[in-house]
């Protein structure tokens, strides 16, 4: 308790400099990755993050100092570059952009690396602490380090607001935004810089190994829980944020625990929550989902096949029991047990001693099911001209997804028809 009590006092500079530090540079890189992943170009923020090595060596040789502002306009100036070499490639040949990014992570990755070893085989003394930029090391954040990241992140956020209708477009319907004249090319170089800025700024705290989760592992986990752009922005910036804060912490109160892989480590679990229990999208809720449909389509097969029992005498309401169900259609006696156990619960059938009745409201329900297979069947003999005998499987499945408002439209096109292909009364 003491630790937390001392750590959110923020009363040691250090504490200071590499919470904010953490949150600054997560946050705004988050935001620069939601554009990224919408374009599909997941992949360019780990080409530019590797290709940034190169660039913080040569600033390195050439200043002969570890200015922070030096060395971030270098990996700026590598990790751009990397990003026009890309579209060179793939527009002028025949390599796809996936294989672009793999030669060119390898190839400025590799240059890095060389430059590396040869600095530090140099025998300068200010080249210590330089091999930090390969894992990152955000407790050596400094004041200095700190308005370099503010600067940058403000001004990511900056032309985020003032283009988000242009970046948006973009990566929602380029088409259009050319046609309406857009200057696309600019945009995608606008973008482009964005995300270099992101990863420069990132690299310092988390490292080039790591940076391309910092940048889209937070926007793939808000990508679960909202369709809107604007509250998906929101979202992946407080989980950025909150990584951030959560991995200063525990590298605090655990000092051989570094900073960076473990804003990396929360983060990527907020990534993997979601993936499971985001509402609508995540998989445990389609696996729901899923069970719920198929136990309504086994509702409606059996209220569909009670109902048509009692068609040719015009009886619906008398007992039926499993076995002639089964005999209609093979359905696993377990199944339908479980499936008349269910709409007897929601009061569409009655147990008379071993049979099952059908109420008025569940034959209501099965003689919908029973006229939408059939206005089904003769809207594809009549429209698509299939043959009757080749209807009847995929009615089968439509039968159970046609809206109210669908079926209203096929009663129209059809004319309030009276028989289906086989010449059975259309209830």
């Known amino acids: 308790m003491s630790d937390f009590t001392e750590f959110f006092s923020f009363t040691d500079a250090n504490v200071r400099y590499v919470t904010i530090g953490s949150v600054l540079l997560a946050s705004s890189s988050a935001v620069v990755g939601c554009f990224t992943l919408l374009r599909k170009r997941a992949l360019v923020g780990d080409a530019v993050a590797h290709a940034v090595l190169p660039g913080v060596c040569l600033a390195f040789m050439l200043s002969g100092t570890k200015n922070p502002l030096v060395l971030l306009l270098g990996a700026f100036i590598t990790g751009w570059l990397s990003l026009i070499v890309i579209d060179f490639i793939t527009s002028r040949s025949r390599i796809k952009e996936d294989t672009a990014i793999g030669l ?9 690396i060389l430059l590396l070893t040869s600095i530090q085989h140099s025998g300068n003394a200010a080249q210590s602490g330089l091999d930090k930029f390969l894992f990152g090391n955000a407790a050596a954040l400094i004041g200095e380090d700190l308005i370099v990241f503010s600067v940058v992140a403000l001004l990511l956020l900056v032309c985020t607001i003032v283009f988000y209708k242009e970046l948006m477009l973009l990566c929602f319907d380029e088409a259009y935004a050319r046609t309406i004249g857009y200057p696309v090319r ?9 995300t270099v800025f992101a990863v420069v700024v990132g690299i310092q705290a988390v490292g080039v190994v790591l940076m391309a989760a910092m940048l889209i592992t937070p926007a793939a986990a808000a990508r679960f829980w909202t369709e809107n752009l604007r509250l998906m922005l929101v979202l992946a910036a407080l989980m950025g944020a909150f990584s951030g804060l959560a991995g200063a912490y525990i590298s605090y109160t655990a000092p051989s625990m570094p900073t960076g892989p473990w804003i990396v480590l929360i983060i990527s679990m907020i990534a993997i929550s979601s993936f499971a229990f985001a509402p609508g999208k995540g998989w ?8 719920r449909n198929k136990a309504r389509v086994l509702e409606e097969n059996l209220l569909k096949l009670m109902y048509q029992l009692g068609e040719p005498n015009q009886d619906y309401y008398s007992s039926r029991n499993v076995a002639d169900i089964m005999e209609r259609r093979q359905i696993p006696r377990a199944e339908v047990n479980k499936g008349l156990r269910k709409l007897k619960r929601e009061g569409y059938v009655v147990k ?18 029973v006229r939408l297979h059939r206005l089904w069947e003769l809207y594809l003999t009549q429209f698509l001209e299939l043959a009757s005998d080749h209807v009847h499987e995929d009615a089968e499945t439509i039968e159970h997804i046609i809206t109210p408002e669908l079926e209203q439209k096929l009663m129209q096109e059809l004319q309030y028809p009276v028989l289906d292909p086989h010449n059975n009364k259309i209830p």
Not at 284 to 291: A, N
Not at 352 to 366: E, M, P
């Open 284 to 291: 445990v809720s389609r696996i729901w989902k899923q069970r």
């Open 104 to 112: 060119v992570l390898s190839v400025f990755f590799g240059i890095g």
């Open 352 to 369: 008379n001693k071993n049979a099952w009745v059908l109420t008025r409201q569940g034959q209501t329900r099965g003689m919908r099911v």
């Open 186 to 194: 600019a945009l995608e170089l606008l973008l482009t810089t964005l």
